[in-house]
């Protein structure tokens, strides 16, 4: 087990195929994950990615944290990760790592980790981040099947350790065939103090409320779904406001069907959001909905709890206990069920709304990313054979 004799610390480099905004929850939950990781006195955190020159990144530097970022630029070759190898050839060069944690599955930047990691005899521990879910697999699965014959079951085999957003994400992991242990640890989300508590307003107080979703315009989120449970309902005095980065032209198909179905009126997208005015919008919701197929986690869950917020969404998420913590509603992924919960929600008063918002931020108390850390710091020692083997790890 490598040690820096300078700091007497353990060296972990994490990698992850981009910090870009428009990745969504990674780009966030990966840098926020790194930063916990890095302020435990018995390891460093070095977080190799890659971007195209010009493009944003989502870092969150930290004072205090021991903790490096390499992000390597490029032109043109991001898609196929050589910027990303470079910079983790850099960080080998510089370091003994103790442990490679790779984010992500099935793109040319895992393939190459994985291959260092057998080169070096590195331990190599996995967060697939929902790309192992049923629903990703089957979308483009052709594509995928190829992958595994070719490379990717190899890759997978080789991981010393998988971790698990949810129990439902280590459950699809085992009916691959992958016996491997498992840590189960949630994504994290920084909750609120006190002084930014959300306070509800009667809707006659300020004109529509809103009911918000925020996340990526993705196929997978089940956003057509929701727009024809719109339909369905027609709220009165109500809002749906879209918010989130496009991804692969669906806003346009989503846009179309709300003209269709003559929604102008009542939904629009606003594009995509970050800081404060993210928090804005937050702040002005009454209710919370995601309508997605499938979600290894759901981070923007875990914000809008955090921000106070009930929140309706699918069995496709890993979120049972928004009806255990009366905070919410876990549906079917369907339409029906979709407008009859949403008519359910909608014809509810402020202050009831408020009581259930109030409950669901002190759930988002569990997602605090200082246990997160210190979690996954307990998974690594286990890895390394200087620790017991911790609760959150399952053997099969």
């Given at each position: 087990m490598t040690v820096n004799k300078e700091t007497n610390k353990h060296s972990v480099i994490h990698t992850v195929g981009s910090l870009h905004p428009r990745t969504g929850g990674p780009a966030r939950t990966v840098s926020q994950l790194t930063a916990a990781i890095a302020k435990n006195a018995r390891f460093s955190v070095s977080l190799v990615s890659q971007k195209l020159i010009g493009d944003p990144v989502i870092t969150?530097?930290?004072a205090g944290v021991d903790r490096r970022i390499e992000v390597t630029k490029s032109r043109i070759l991001v898609k196929f990760a050589l910027p990303l190898l470079k910079g983790l050839r850099t960080a080998l060069n510089e370091q003994q790592p103790a442990i490679l944690h790779d984010h992500g599955v099935w793109m040319p930047c895992n393939h190459h980790v994985a291959v260092m990691a057998r080169k070096t005899g590195i331990p190599l521990v996995i967060h697939p981040r929902g790309m192992?879910?049923?629903?990703?697999?089957?979308?483009?699965?052709?594509?995928?099947?190829?992958?595994?014959?070719?490379?990717?079951?190899?890759n997978l085999e080789t991981v010393e350790l998988f971790f698990a957003t949810s129990e439902l994400e280590a459950e699809n992991i085992r009916q691959l065939g992958f016996r491997q242990p498992i840590a189960v640890i949630p994504n994290g989300v920084d909750v609120l103090g006190s002084q930014s508590i959300r306070a509800f307003q009667a809707g006659a107080e300020k004109g529509q409320r809103i009911a918000l979703f925020l996340s990526r315009i993705h196929p997978k989120k089940g956003l057509l779904n929701l727009v024809e449970a719109w339909a369905d309902v027609r709220p009165t005095n109500w809002r749906l406001c879209l918010a989130g980065p496009d991804e692969n032209g669906h806003l346009s198909e989503v846009m179309r069907r709300v003209q269709v179905l003559g929604l102008g009126e009542s939904v629009e997208y606003v594009g995509?959001?970050?800081?404060?005015?993210?928090?804005?919008?937050y702040e002005s919701a009454d209710l919370f909905i995601l309508p997605s197929f499938s979600e290894n986690f759901g981070v923007v869950v875990a914000e809008a709890l955090a921000y106070g917020v009930p929140v309706?969404?699918?069995?496709?998420?890993?979120?049972?206990?928004?009806?255990?913590?009366?905070?919410?509603?876990?549906?079917?992924?369907?339409?029906?069920?979709?407008?009859?919960?949403?008519?359910?929600?909608?014809?509810?008063?402020?202050?009831?709304l408020r009581i259930m918002g109030a409950k669901g931020r002190v759930y988002s108390g569990e997602f605090n990313w200082a246990n997160i850390g210190q979690q996954t710091v307990d998974a690594y020692k286990w890895v390394l054979g200087q620790g017991s083997k911790p609760g959150c790890v399952f053997d099969d």
């Open positions: 969150q530097n930290e192992l879910e049923p629903w990703a697999l089957q979308h483009r699965g052709w594509k995928k099947r190829v992958a595994l014959r070719l490379y990717q079951n190899r995509e959001v970050e800081g404060d005015t993210k928090a804005a919008l309706i969404t699918t069995r496709g998420t890993p979120w049972e206990g928004l009806t255990s913590n009366n905070c919410g509603w876990w549906v079917d992924p369907t339409v029906q069920a979709l407008a009859i919960t949403m008519r359910d929600a909608m014809s509810m008063d402020s202050e009831k």
